[in-house]
């Protein structure tokens, strides 16, 4: 069976030397720990470890953090993205049977220019999408500045791959100023998830541009496991604030907000937890599900990722024609390829 896996990181090498050459001292953070990754800028190591899983096994591009706006100025992230975008559309020309493509990088100092790109990496490089990060510089996604950006993507029809974005400076405390022992990622990124998919609900914006294609990284965060708190939970959007009246938006939203939730696209990107899985999948449906390894983040032992992964998923007490949805019928038909 044709594995699709689409949400995959690369820093190609023209992009990883431009990455350097505009960062001073050693790589911080999630981007330190994606330096160390060989298959992350080794594309021989990359194809063994890919060849383990058969000609059938396909990989969709992303570009790694760090997010260009906050790595960069405006003009080093036009470029950056420009270089990302052109050398990974080069690598799926080169390899089509491995990456048939690609998630295109935006840098969002400027969402106007970012836009532009957005629909240029689509309509002229032949990107799938876009992927944008949960917030731009600690700004929301539902920011007004933003909707340019949306508005691009629903008009060309293509998704947007939604990774989290946190780091060691938000802190876990008021009373602290960084986060400690990684709790920034490990219970950070499930709520940036989170936290983005609501501000998009709550904003109107799935009102406003129908038909949006948005893909959750990490199975659609903590949203599939808190799903009586944001069904009957939010059912009651009010009663628990003082300071603002809540009641009003809920007249205003055209659907419960619990349906806006199921909208969303997630992967399955859990890290090969099959209680994350079977949860998204109880909360999503088989149709709204795609297959992800989050590849190659696992130097210690190989593509564990990937491996774990497609384990839990054929051991789904499901159909095979559900199968095949999340293995790659789903992520086809939102690309728009045949399937």
């Known amino acids: 069976m044709r594995k699709l896996d689409v949400f995959n990181h690369i820093w190609p090498t023209r992009f990883y030397e431009a990455l350097r050459a505009h960062t001073s001292g050693p790589m911080q953070d999630i981007t330190r720990r994606s330096e160390a990754v060989p298959m992350m800028t080794q594309l021989d190591v990359r194809f063994r470890g890919m060849d383990l ?82 917030n731009v510089s600690g700004k929301p996604l ?24 946190r780091g060691a400076k938000f802190a876990d405390y008021a009373t602290e100023d960084k986060s400690l022992y990684e709790i920034w990622w490990t219970f950070g990124w499930p709520y940036e998830s989170s936290v983005a998919q609501a501000r998009l609900v709550f904003s109107k914006l799935l009102d406003e541009l129908p038909g949006l294609k948005m893909i959750i990284h990490h199975a659609g965060g903590m949203v599939p496991f808190f799903e009586g708190r944001i069904g009957p939970g939010w059912d009651q959007l009010g009663s628990r604030t003082s300071f603002t009246d809540y009641r009003k938006l809920l007249t205003e939203l055209k659907r419960r907000p619990l349906d806006y939730f199921k909208d969303f696209y997630a992967d399955t990107a859990t890290f090969g937890s ?46 095979e024609a559900d199968r095949e949805k999340i293995y790659f019928r789903n992520a086809c038909n939102l690309i728009g390829w045949p399937s």
């Not at 909707?147 to 990774?163: G, T």
């Open 53 to 134: 899983f058969g000609p059938d096994y396909q990989q969709i591009l992303s570009l790694a953090s760090p997010l260009l706006d906050l790595a960069t100025n405006a003009e080093q992230g036009r470029r950056l993205a420009r270089i990302g975008n052109e050398e990974t559309a080069e690598l799926c020309r080169k390899h089509p049977d491995r990456f048939p493509g690609f998630a295109a990088t935006i840098a969002m100092h400027d969402t106007e220019e970012a836009a532009r790109e957005a629909e240029r990496a689509v309509v002229d490089l032949g990107a799938c999408g876009i992927q944008m990060f949960t």
């Open 142 to 165: 539902d920011a007004p500045e933003f909707r340019d950006v949306f508005r691009v993507m629903q008009k060309l029809d293509k998704p947007i791959w939604i990774h989290p974005a």
């Open 274 to 319: 099959q209680a994350a899985i079977e949860c998204a999948l109880s909360f999503y449906g088989a149709g709204h599900m795609l297959f992800a390894s989050d590849a190659p983040f696992d130097p210690e032992r190989g593509p564990m990722y990937i491996r774990e992964t497609i384990k839990v998923l054929d051991r789904l007490e499901i159909s």
